[in-house]
């Protein structure tokens, strides 16, 4: 009883599907990865973002480098000091690497903030990118996600050309 309820079952969607495919439903895949990578306003925003925190980025490494020549003195030179002066020197280094810490987390929200606003106008450019060629070439269906793509139906290519113009 059960093979035949599933046989009904298999029979009935592909009668549904059937007239799918028999009116040539047109349906193409655009992979927002591959987008991201290579599309002309998604490269043009990783240089904007690389530019506007170049100098914050450039200020962690001189804070990491102080803190790293100081670390180094101590080690070389803390056996000689006066214990009043390795301590003073302690507290400095101590308070140089809370600094670096608080300064490099504020540098990754702050990143990750303004990528996220970045990002977000490439993908609407994106989208109607997408509008656009799938307006044009009649498609039905445009996927973002899937497990599955054959080449057959990638149209990245063709929406990267478009988000160039």
């Given at each position: 009883?059960?093979?035949?309820?599933?046989?009904?079952?298999?029979?009935?969607?592909?009668?549904?599907?059937?007239?799918?495919?028999?009116?040539g439903v047109k349906i193409g895949?655009?992979?927002?990865?591959?987008?991201?990578?290579?599309?002309?306003?998604?490269?043009?925003?990783?240089k904007k973002l690389e530019k506007e925190f170049a100098p914050r980025e450039k200020q962690l490494q001189k804070m990491a480098q102080k803190a790293k020549a100081?670390?180094?003195?101590?080690?070389?030179?803390?056996?000689?000091?006066?214990?009043?002066?390795?301590?003073?020197?302690?507290r400095a280094l101590a308070n140089l690497n809370l600094e670096f810490q608080r300064a490099q987390r504020e540098f990754r929200e702050d990143l990750?903030?303004?990528?996220?606003?970045?990002?977000?106008?490439?993908?609407?450019?994106?989208?109607k990118a997408?509008?656009?060629?799938?307006?044009?070439e009649k498609y039905d269906l445009i996927l973002q996600q899937a497990v599955y793509i054959s080449p057959r139906i990638d149209i990245t290519k063709k929406v990267i050309k478009e988000m160039a113009k």
């Open positions: 009883m059960k093979k035949l309820v599933a046989l009904w079952s298999c029979a009935l969607m592909l009668g549904l599907a059937a007239p799918l495919v028999s009116a895949f655009v992979n927002t990865d591959q987008v991201f990578r290579e599309a002309a306003p998604a490269l043009s925003a990783q100081l670390q180094n003195d101590l080690e070389k030179n803390g056996i000689t000091m006066s214990e009043s002066k390795r301590h003073a020197k302690e990750n903030l303004r990528r996220n606003e970045e990002l977000s106008l490439v993908q609407d450019l994106a989208n997408i509008a656009v060629v799938a307006r044009r």
